[in-house]
């Protein structure tokens, strides 16, 4: 089973930010946190990990609690095209990657 | 375009026959995985290989389905006898081992057997 729990689905006016929670209340000292993407029929496309740090990228920001409990993923001027469903996973080395149902996101015009 | 490739993209089959498919990963990564999923779902962890060897198998990997690496490079997925519950997206990934390793997708192959 999955260790995350996302909300099932989520909007996201064009041009704004989008942001993402993961609850991961029982994640282990060792355990990243991974964000991958889905576009509809594709492959899923990874987008960050961090461990304990605030993580940034192209793509997107991770912020992460201090309990490390939970966990944000920032889209900071969504398009049309971060229409996607977006997988929350913590992994420590050593184990899979075991992914949940995710967050629809629709990004709106 | 992640740089792991598959093949077939798409496969039509009758029940009762035997499907093969391909992975290419990035060339330099040494782990493959195989996922499997279904419309709505997450993928699903069916196995993978470190180099050529297999590591660990999902109990969703039944009999009838059988993976190999020959050669720690391109790997193959065949299911043999296939039923119409195998219809599914099946994802092949490769990384390189580690602890911050980060698995890579391709696009995936999708099977439909009627």
């Known amino acids: 089973d999955a260790k995350t729990t996302q909300p099932p689905s989520m909007d996201c006016a064009e041009g704004r930010a989008a942001n993402l929670p993961c609850n991961h209340s029982?994640?282990?000292?060792?355990?990243?946190v991974y964000w991958y993407r889905q576009i509809h029929s594709q492959g899923p496309q990874y987008i960050i990990h961090?461990?304990?740090n605030n993580e940034t990228n192209e793509m997107a920001s991770l912020i992460i609690t201090e309990d490390r409990k939970s966990s944000t993923l920032i889209l900071p001027h969504a398009t049309l095209r971060d229409t996607a469903v977006y997988y929350c996973?913590?992994?420590?080395?050593?184990?899979?990657?075991?992914f949940g149902p995710g967050t629809r996101l629709s990004v709106l015009p | 375009d992640t740089g792991v490739s598959q093949d077939p993209r798409h496969k039509i089959t009758k029940r009762g026959q035997n499907v093969t498919f391909r992975c290419d990963p990035i060339?330099?990564?040494?782990?493959l995985y195989w996922y499997r999923q279904t419309l709505g779902q997450g993928p699903e962890f069916l196995t993978y290989?470190?180099?050529?060897?297999?590591?660990?198998k999902s109990r969703l990997l039944s009999d009838r389905f059988s993976a190999e690496r020959p050669k720690g490079s391109f790997s193959t997925l065949e299911i043999q006898r296939t039923e119409q519950g195998d219809s599914a997206m099946y994802l092949c990934?490769?990384?390189?081992?580690?602890?911050?390793?980060?698995?890579?997708f391709g696009p995936g192959t999708r099977l439909l057997v009627l």
């Open positions: 990934a490769s990384s390189l081992a580690g602890d911050r390793e980060t698995q890579y």
């Open positions: 029982t994640i282990s000292g060792n355990e990243y």
């Open positions: 961090g461990l304990k």
């Open positions: 996973i913590v992994r420590a080395y050593g184990q899979n990657f075991v």
């Open positions: 060339s330099e990564h040494n782990r």
């Open positions: 290989f470190q180099n050529e060897a297999q590591l660990e």
